[in-house]
């Protein structure tokens, strides 16, 4: 995986080295380049971000600013999500690489004193004398660094007599010893240490290693000695091990010959830093390594994921933007045709009209007001009139960038105005308004029943929470 966290930065330096060549942030070059190839040039999108982004003095002059600017910060969020995550991925890589246990290839570091006994696990690769090879995973105790023999020691009758079942591990008794025995060095509430001797290391270590390859039918008898210290005080148990051959299959054989000569290198040298781990097990060569879980590749993966999913929810989230912009105007519409006919009504014309409610806007924006989309719709109409536009095409466009039915039924309105007189429609405005007022209190109610709906799965998670209150105090009093 490092070669592939290398490539992906590699390639960001190289693409941040272009972009500084061409005066450019990186973001702003991937656009450059990937709109030269077309990649950018979706029409919907395009025309969502004209709606949102309304500019009434200079619409058509910033389009492909606007344009720019929302895939530019969409490659920007998406680029630094990948490039950090990268970086994670790869010092999560490097920290599991060098905090390792296993060094040049053949000794295991051990704890320092009082941190504890160490379990790694290996990878051997078994190379035979004929070229095959195959590999294998070991789990390997290395114990801490002891200090010197100064320990005092305590005996305890109660954990001498439960030693016998303590230390038998798969064995169903010391009476039949066919594996390696639990030789325990401390024991649950019992403030000692516990050491083992035997009587024959060539049948049992120490360490309950049992080396029972060679023993006869018959068995081999071993006295195994615990000795248990506390402070100044100590006490000696003699335990009768009778150990009988193993039955092994032809693999388990190897293995077990390869954890006994692990046992032994372990059992060498126990005050140094390191243990050497064997190169050759019956004549087949053992290459380790040292077994990890790194995390750091499935990191880099949900990385790359939600970078490209932010990247594509920057269009969803236009989306959501669209949809809110066509509530605010289909609440702003009843409003709208109110003021025009109450305007129209008192004698003013349409151009007029249109003038006033645009520039009322203005200047209450000015001051800190909200900003309303089909305001600056009507904003927008007012410089095309002015730059000389007919005030029927002027009408007609007004309605189809607003993208709505009702607002382009009142375009239709204003346009037949001027084409057939001023006569009935007055009358059709205040028709238009009465319907108007019926969709926006349709439309609240519907929000209303929305809202409601959202809010149901808060208020069961509530009664939930209510009921447990309720019942688990009540349970305990009943079980009292």
Same mark, same amino acid.
């Given at each position: ?67 720019? $600017?929302? =895939?530019?910060?969409? !490659?920007?969020?998406?680029? *630094?999500?990948?490039? &950090? %995550?990268? +970086?994670?991925?790869?010092? #999560? ?51 801490? $660094?002891? =200090?010197?023999?100064? !320990?005092?020691?305590?005996? *305890?009758?109660?954990? &001498? %007599?439960? +030693?016998?079942?303590?230390? #038998? ?57 615990? !000795? ?74 949900? !990385? ?177």
């Amino acid at each position: 995986m490092i070669v592939a966290y290398a490539a992906v930065i590699v390639m960001f330096l190289v693409l941040y080295c272009m972009a500084r060549r061409k005066g450019m942030g990186l973001s702003a070059y991937l656009y450059e380049a990937g709109r030269k190839k077309g990649m950018f040039s979706h029409k919907k999108i395009q025309e969502n971000i004209c709606l949102l982004w309304p500019d009434s003095g200079g619409r058509a002059e910033r389009e492909g600013e606007w344009l720019r $600017q929302f =895939y530019v910060s969409k !490659i920007r969020l998406a680029a *630094g999500m990948l490039f &950090a %995550g990268t +970086l994670f991925s790869v010092s #999560l890589y490097l920290s599991d690489e060098v905090g390792g246990t296993l060094k040049d290839g053949k000794y295991l570091k051990r704890n320092a004193y009082g941190m504890g006994d160490a379990e790694t696990e290996l990878q051997a690769e078994i190379r035979e004398e004929n070229g095959d090879s195959d590999i294998q995973d070991f789990v390997v105790y290395v114990g801490e $660094q002891q =200090y010197e023999k100064n !320990i005092v020691r305590q005996l *305890g009758k109660q954990l &001498a %007599g439960s +030693l016998p079942d303590l230390i #038998l591990a798969e064995n169903p008794s010391l009476e039949e010893v066919r594996g390696n025995l639990d030789l325990i060095r401390n024991a649950e509430g019992y403030p000692f240490r516990i050491e083992w001797e035997s009587d024959n290391y060539s049948c049992i270590l120490s360490d309950g290693s049992v080396s029972n390859e060679k023993v006869g039918e018959e068995g081999q008898k071993v006295c195994l000695t615990a !000795i248990m210290t506390y402070k100044d005080y100590a006490e000696e148990y003699n335990f009768p091990v009778h150990v009988f051959p193993p039955i092994y299959s032809e693999e388990e054989a190897f293995r077990k010959e390869v954890y006994n000569l692990l046992n032994l290198q372990e059992q060498k040298n126990r005050h140094e830093i390191q243990v050497e781990l064997p190169e050759y097990v019956d004549g087949k060569k053992l290459i380790w390594s040292e077994k990890k879980e790194n995390g750091s590749s499935f990191i880099f993966l949900l !990385i790359v994921i939600g970078a490209g999913t932010v990247y594509f929810l920057r269009d969803k989230d236009l989306q959501n933007k669209m949809e809110a912009r066509n509530r605010q105007m289909l609440l702003d519409y009843p409003q709208l045709v109110s003021r025009m006919t109450l305007y129209m009504g008192a004698g003013m014309t349409v151009r007029n009209v249109f003038r006033k409610i645009a520039l009322d806007y203005e200047k209450e924006k000015q001051e800190g007001g909200t900003m309303h989309y089909v305001y600056e719709e009507m904003l927008f109409t007012c410089h095309e009139l002015d730059s000389g536009v007919s005030e029927s095409v002027a009408y007609s466009r007004f309605g189809k960038r607003c993208r709505m039915m009702q607002y382009m039924k009142f375009s239709n309105l204003l346009v037949q105005n001027l084409k057939k007189g001023s006569g009935g429609i007055l009358e059709a405005l205040r028709q238009e308004a009465g319907n108007a007022f019926e969709e926006r209190k349709n439309m609240a109610r519907r929000l209303g029943e929305e809202a409601g709906t959202k809010l149901l799965l808060p208020m069961m998670m509530m009664l939930g929470i209510v009921m447990m209150l309720i019942i688990i105090p009540a349970y305990f009093s009943f079980s009292v």
